[in-house]
């Protein structure tokens, strides 16, 4: 059964299918979770509660926009269930679409290829939720695939949290146990026949211990807990 909103329509989700010209050799994809309760920062839930952690996590989207908007590359934002006509992804900038697929992999391979196919020469996907990243760190990115084929942001917890490549290549989406501390692993194995370029390493938010020592989300934590919760 379909569930309508009044941010969400048959027509908004069309979108996806809309002609599009692409303004740049560049494009840009962020994947997005719908931001609802009880479904974003689970992990996070489980010490803070449901409801600071969907704050928190529209606190990173909202973050996620900003340092993305002025990016000189054409933006898409993927969401994982209904595309939302009026939020914060301003629609004259952020070009809305689906996510399609099993699991996260397949949903980014997906991602790629629909892209890919509108001509661009260079993609680079990212998250919603990375506070530590800023624009410089996505420019930078963008610059280093102009030397090599492909360029990662290794995360502190064993994944990724940008991927980047000139051309689709579905190995690196395959195989993969998601969510754990195998996955930059396992994809730098699969790339480990060509050129590449690692970005420094960042902490992306999963557990309390990823916010507590950071003053931007003291706001959302319950004061029940300090910064000697463990």
Do not use: C
């Amino acid at each position: 059964m379909a569930i309508i909103n009044p941010n969400t329509s048959d027509d908004a989700n069309s979108m996806a299918a809309d002609f599009h010209f692409p303004t740049s050799k560049n494009a840009l994809i962020i994947f997005t979770r719908n931001p609802e309760l009880g479904k974003v920062k689970t992990r996070l839930a489980k010490t803070i509660g449901d409801e600071n952690a969907l704050e928190i996590y529209k606190f990173l989207l909202k973050h996620t926009a900003e340092i993305t908007e002025n990016l000189n590359v054409d933006k898409f934002v993927f969401y994982s269930e209904n595309i939302h006509r009026n939020d914060l992804w301003n629609p004259d900038v952020f070009r809305k679409k689906l996510q399609s697929g099993n699991d996260l992999g397949e949903r980014m391979k997906n991602a790629f290829s629909d892209v890919f196919a509108m001509g661009y020469e260079s993609v680079i996907i990212i998250g919603s939720d990375m506070f530590d990243m800023d624009t410089q760190d996505l420019e930078t990115a963008f610059v280093s695939l102009q030397t090599s084929p492909y360029v990662i942001g290794p995360a502190s917890d064993g994944g990724y949290y940008l991927l980047g490549m000139k051309q689709l290549n579905t190995k690196v989406f395959e195989n993969k146990v998601w969510g754990t501390d195998s996955v930059l692993k396992s994809t730098l194995n699969d790339l480990r026949q060509f050129k590449y370029t690692l970005l420094d390493e960042k902490n992306d938010i999963d557990y309390y211990e990823d916010i507590k020592d950071v003053e931007a989300f003291h706001q959302f934590v319950p004061p029940h807990l300090d910064s000697n919760f463990i």
